[in-house]
């Protein structure tokens, strides 16, 4: 317990964490031009971080359009936290949903809240027209490609038109229409992932590269897998202490980098490329799972 205390209670950081490419400004200028020809909005978020990966963009130029706010990834946040976070959009007159598109859960919950809430004005022929929004690397073009799946038209589950997916935040750089079902029709529109144009805070910075929403390179990957350590340390949370084979809880990351040195091929390697493949096959596992299930946000 002596050890636990003396670990950091703040973690100190360098810089402002901000990334907001070109493409980014393009694709959001592209979003409103095009609010007017959609009927619903699909905001997925990270179930990690419910509140951090809100898409700004949103505010004041969606609020006239049903909006469900899909939380992705739930199989990685903390169940214990779900209905806390029901409870916020409930306050807040939030529709949300819990899903894992990785695992194809409650798919069809969210075409059936599309069809219900769509407004159409045409709805029999032209069908239902929706917008899916979200910071990157939330799983946006995942859960397309899972709307088409089951698609009630074998033709559409089989094209070959697909939604660009990539771990690489940011990979999807135009939008594109596809037809998810036949009958009712919906008509879903791809966007690129738009990042907050000004991070609020190093935490939400981190937070957000933590769960992969911005590029490792851009915050530094051996700082993420310091943010991850600390993280873990805070929340009380050991299954890392024995999913690395270490002897105890460390605050030093130098520590953790060096129990991983074989798993993360850097045997042989030079110190500096020896330290990034370990931070880079920690933050992998993190990402993954391997060592528990996290809300990063407070409730």
Same mark, same amino acid.
């Given at each position: 317990?002596?050890?636990? +205390?003396?670990?950091?209670?703040? =973690? ?69 936290? !779900?209905?806390? #976070? ?35 004005? =045409? ?31 074998? !033709?559409?589950?089989?094209?070959? !038109? ?15 229409? =596809? !037809? ?6 919906? /008509? ?38 310091? /943010? ?11 299954? /890392? #202490?024995? +999913? ?36 880079? /096959? ?8 391997? =060592? ?8």
């Amino acid at each position: 317990m002596a050890a636990k +205390a003396a670990f950091r209670t703040v =973690f100190k950081t360098t810089s402002p964490i901000n990334w907001f490419p070109g493409h980014m400004n393009t694709a959001k200028n592209s979003m409103k031009a095009q609010l007017g020809n959609i009927d619903v909005i699909i905001e997925v978020r990270d179930a990690r971080i419910p509140f951090s990966s809100a898409n700004p963009l949103l505010d004041g130029i969606g609020n006239h359009k049903p909006r469900l706010v899909v939380l992705n990834k739930s199989d990685l946040a903390n169940s214990n936290m !779900k209905a806390r #976070v029901e409870a916020r959009f409930e306050d807040a007159g939030m529709d949300s949903l819990f899903t894992s598109v990785a695992k194809g859960k409650h798919i069809q919950k969210i075409l059936q809240w599309c069809t219900t809430h769509g407004k159409s004005q =045409f709805q029999q022929t032209a069908g239902t027209v929706v917008m899916v929004v979200g910071v990157p690397n939330v799983g946006k073009s995942s859960l397309i490609n899972s709307f088409r799946s089951i698609s009630s038209s074998l !033709k559409l589950a089989k094209g070959k !038109k697909k939604a660009t997916v990539g771990a690489t935040p940011g990979v999807t750089v135009r939008t594109d229409i =596809f !037809k998810v079902n036949e009958s009712p029709a919906i /008509y879903v529109m791809d966007t690129p992932g738009v990042m907050l144009p000004n991070i609020p805070s190093p935490d939400v910075g981190l937070k957000l590269a933590l769960t992969g929403a911005i590029k490792d390179e851009v915050v530094g990957t051996e700082l993420i897998a310091d /943010y991850m350590l600390f993280t873990l340390n805070r929340m009380g949370s050991t299954q /890392y #202490v024995k +999913a690395l084979g270490l002897a105890a809880p460390t605050d030093d990351i130098e520590e953790v980098f060096e129990a991983v040195v074989r798993p993360s091929g850097g045997v042989g390697k030079p110190e500096d490329t020896r330290r990034l493949l370990a931070a880079t /096959y920690l933050l992998k596992e993190y990402r993954r799972g391997a =060592f528990g299930t996290f809300t990063l946000d407070p409730i």
